[in-house]
């Protein structure tokens, strides 16, 4: 059981940085896989990063490689994603989740945070 909230998101030129935070308020948080997905207007929902249950491993989709970097603090029970170098491309409401077995799909989502880059 892991209910998750994310916050962060925001107004960002391009070229700017912000993070996102997902608290869980889960007490078996550190028992699963958490990723992070988005969602732009009008497109399919994708795969954004994903983080083992130590917070060892880390994956990320192609797009976003070398720019975001997903991090878990267990004894928080919260989760990051640090996004840098901001493109309006990467305009999109942004989904915390849970997953039991790292593949989808995925079993619990937050509600989603809004993040807009302007150029």
């Known amino acids: 059981q892991v209910q998750a909230v994310e916050s962060g998101g925001g107004l960002v030129q391009a070229g700017g940085s912000l993070r996102l935070f997902c608290a869980a308020s889960g007490r078996t948080f550190s028992s699963y896989f958490m990723g992070w997905f988005r969602q732009a207007p009008g497109k399919e929902r994708e795969f954004v990063a994903a983080?083992?249950?130590?917070?060892?491993?880390?994956h990320y989709a192609d797009s976003v490689k070398g720019r975001f970097t997903i991090s878990r603090d267990n004894a928080k029970n919260t989760e990051y994603l640090r996004i840098n170098s901001l493109k309006p491309e990467d305009t999109a409401v942004y989904y915390c989740?849970?997953?039991?077995?790292?593949?989808?799909?995925?079993?619990?989502w937050g509600q989603g945070a809004q993040v807009t880059v302007s150029s």
């Open positions: 989740a849970a997953s039991q077995t790292g593949l989808p799909p995925y079993d619990y």
């Open positions: 983080i083992t249950w130590s917070g060892g491993n880390t």
